[in-house]
């Protein structure tokens, strides 16, 4: 049984070394309003299968998009002592653009919103004063209500996709209890030494949603070990999400479907986006999936829980 931990960080330690490519992605893409549910479940499975990436369009938030983008620019132009003073804590707050806190060429900064709606973890997200930002926290409270909506939707097609039944992933901790993080992030866009300002990565939950701003720089590498490596640019699409599939659903699904490394590389623009995390309760137990594996193709990883998976991988980005 192969660890997927420590392949994903050989990875970081080692990719950018090495020689690269570019060209770019035809991402497909799936209509989340469409009332033919067959196909889009089965275009949502060649898209897992083929990119672990695909576009999401009339996913009913298209009206909320400039106002989450303007309220993203209103916290992070607040000054830098008034952010510190919701600095990360329990996953929660702001990180600053710090060589010291984030992983060697990372030209970020960013703010992270926990779950709303566990009352154990509530008072653990951080937000500005009403003096400071009027009215930004409900906006941002409603944001990610929205999201998780989306993000629910989304995943009861993920279940359908492998031939499970549309409320599998919320039987078992994934959606009830949600675990699920908004992070909002800020690239000042200035010239720096590393190509990357958002180091090559792959994301470690279910799956996320990503919305930018229209500024390019985001790519993807769908085959890690190939060599050179071929990075895809993912241009932006008005009003879509990016969605991409996460470490735990490659583990879910034996790796039929893909959590496909990608990245961000500098243009010199300043850039906005922000990521919906949709990850399972800590508690909850991710093993292979009956219908992914066979007596031919037998599990590749160990049940873990996700708390334990979660942590070790932050843990390991932090280090
Ligand atoms: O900023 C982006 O476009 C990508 C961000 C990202 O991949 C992440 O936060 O995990
Ligand atoms: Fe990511």
Known sequence: MENLIAGKVCFHNCGTFLKEMSATSNLPIIDLSSLHRLSTVHSIRQACIEYGFFYLVNHGMENDLAKAFDESRRFFSLPLQEKMKLARKENRGYSPLDPTLVPKGDSKEFYYIGPLADSTSAYLNQ?????????????????????????????????????????????????????????????????????????????????????????PGLQICRDNLEEPQVWEDVPHMEGAFIVNIGDLMERWTNCLYRSTMHRVIQTGKERYSMAFFLDPHPDCVVECLESCCSESTPPRFAPIRSGDYMNERFKMQSA
């Open 127 to 215: 937000w500005p004063s009403e003096e400071l930002l009027r009215n930004w926290r409900p906006s941002m409270e409603s944001l990610y209500s929205k999201f998780f909506g989306v993000g629910k939707k989304l995943l009861s097609l993920i279940a359908l996709s492998l031939n499970l039944d549309e409320d599998f992933f919320e039987k078992i901790g994934v959606i009830d209890k949600p675990g699920a993080f908004l992070r909002l992030l800020h690239y000042p866009g200035e010239m720096g030494p590393h190509e990357e300002i958002c180091t090559a990565h792959s994301d470690f939950g279910t799956l996320t949603l990503l919305l930018t701003d229209g500024v």
